[in-house]
């Protein structure tokens, strides 16, 4: 599918801002260590629109958390609906948003770049190396230490730097690397999987719709990850032929509210705090490579991604209960004697 154009400039102008800034400022690495005694107050950069990518910041934050137990942690992202994600977690100060929308309004800029400003960051993180916009953010907000990844031909606002690790293959696990700038971590406080830290009051007052031992479906997807509806429905049959006791319930995108079918249950929240809170309820979630695929794993529930395009090995879900398939040449039955399996083993 192609590209829209808007895309397609948008990423033009990023690489063209990207190498004029390389240019004006050069940096090279620097490994010296960090005085982490000073550390009480900690920015995190990541100006993204998906639900995938700023849950992929989680593994980091629970580090943070787990290595400056006394600092505030705040965090900068795009789209404001994303926000409630981060917010619930405990060691989140405050979430500030940065819709792209923002751009049209040059006082409220100024406005939250001044708040940014006054906080008195001592720490400033930019999780990703090829984002422009986290390093203008980087660039313009004041903090003691600013650190990221390295690379030569990426423009670089920062005082500490490592070497993009390459030998880190999925995205939500290469922020990680970042913590060697502030010496020995325990690797049990760096977790390597996602997690929203989601606690039981909120999880228990969710479920109150959440029939027992349900299973969760999501079919929405973007572009050629979507797995149309005809599979689903075949999926679903053949589950239930295989075990009669199966419950099913069919999750809706907001966008998206036509049920796969009339005698299924069907659940639509837009807070996506509160979706995981319900989702966190069920047995199990399948869907294909998507936003909530990420989001059910963040929550603590089995989740059985079906990659149809993609391959997980970059993007695939990481919870210890979690199953990837990838669905090249495999048949209906066969996938769902895969999905059967897991549920079994991870009962």
Request: hydrophobic fraction near 40%.
């Amino acid at each position: 599918m192609a590209e829209a154009l808007h895309v397609t400039l948008r990423k033009k102008l990023s690489n063209l801002v990207n190498n004029t800034l390389v240019k004006l400022f050069p940096k090279d690495p620097n490994p010296e260590p960090i005085e982490t005694t000073v550390v009480k107050r900690i920015l995190v950069v990541r100006i993204n629109y998906r639900i995938g990518n700023i849950l992929f910041t989680t593994p980091l934050l629970n580090a943070l958390e787990k290595k400056f137990p006394n600092a505030k942690i705040d965090v900068i992202i795009g789209a404001p609906f994303i926000s409630s994600l981060l917010e619930g977690m405990p060691q989140v100060h405050h979430v500030y948003s940065f819709p792209r929308k923002l751009l049209k309004q040059p006082l409220k800029v100024l406005a939250l770049k001044k708040e940014l400003q006054e906080n008195h960051y001592d720490l400033l993180v930019t999780p990703s190396l090829m984002s422009t916009s986290d390093s203008l953010i980087a660039l313009s907000v004041p903090a003691t230490y600013k650190v990221g990844f390295y690379a030569p031909d990426v423009f670089s606002p920062l005082t500490h730097t490592v070497p993009f690790p390459e030998d880190i293959a999925h995205e939500a696990l290469k922020p990680l690397a970042l913590m060697s700038l502030f010496g020995e971590t325990k690797q049990a406080d760096m977790l390597p999987f996602l997690d929203i830290r989601l606690h039981e009051a909120e999880k228990k007052s969710a479920g109150t719709d959440i029939p027992p031992h349900a299973i969760g479906i999501f079919r929405d997807a973007r572009n050629e990850k979507k797995i149309d509806d005809q599979w689903w429905r075949e999926l679903l049959d053949t589950l239930q032929k295989k075990d009669s006791s199966l419950t099913f319930i069919d999750i809706l995108d907001p966008n998206n509210t036509v049920p796969l079918n009339k005698d299924i249950q069907t659940l639509s929240e837009k807070d996506l705090r509160l979706l995981a809170a319900k989702i966190a309820n069920l047995d199990a979630f399948i869907c294909g490579d998507t936003g909530p695929m990420h989001l059910a794993s963040a929550s603590g529930t089995a989740t059985i991604a079906l990659f149809k395009t993609t391959s997980p090995t970059l993007y695939g879900t990481l919870g210890e209960k979690d199953l990837s398939i990838v669905m090249k040449e495999k048949s209906i039955e066969e996938i769902a004697r895969e999905i059967l399996g897991h549920l079994k083993d991870s009962a």
